[in-house]
């Protein structure tokens, strides 16, 4: 099994930055992409972006484009998430999500695309 655990959450002020982090770890396993949702109180979860392991090319939500810049350290089966400029519709628990299948398809950007999810992590932003 693979174990996925993010850290990094926390309350910031509007305007303001935090870095999230993800690794994955486990016996004898690859990934093929990993990505970053995030779930609002009483609203569906929801892409915000994504990172292919091989050429670490990424995607991301429109309304993060610009201000979140996620990346990945291959060594440590790591990925990051920077983000900048935060306000309060970015408020939520945000959760990592490990691919460990290889799917033609890209971007992985539904939450199917993924089988392997961390607990989350919270991000409050004060307006």
């Known amino acids: 099994q693979v174990q996925v655990v993010e850290s990094g959450g926390g309350l910031v002020q509007a305007g303001g930055s935090l870095r999230l982090s993800c690794a994955a770890s486990?016996?004898?396993?690859?990934?093929?992409?990993m990505g970053w949702f995030r779930q609002a109180p009483g609203k569906e979860r929801e892409f915000v972006a994504t990172?292919?392991?091989?050429?670490?090319?990424?995607y991301y939500k429109d309304s993060v484009k610009g201000r979140f810049t996620i990346s990945r350290d291959n060594a440590k089966n790591t990925v990051y998430l920077e983000m900048n400029s935060l306000n309060p519709e970015d408020a939520a628990v945000y959760y990592c999500?490990?691919?460990?299948?290889?799917?033609?398809?890209?971007?992985?950007?539904?939450?199917?695309?993924?089988?392997?999810w961390g607990q989350g992590t919270q991000v409050t932003v004060s307006s």
């Open positions: 486990g016996r004898a396993f690859s990934i093929t992409a």
């Open positions: 990172i292919r392991w091989s050429d670490g090319s990424t």
């Open positions: 999500a490990v691919s460990r299948v290889y799917r033609s398809s890209w971007p992985l950007t539904g939450r199917l695309g993924y089988d392997a």
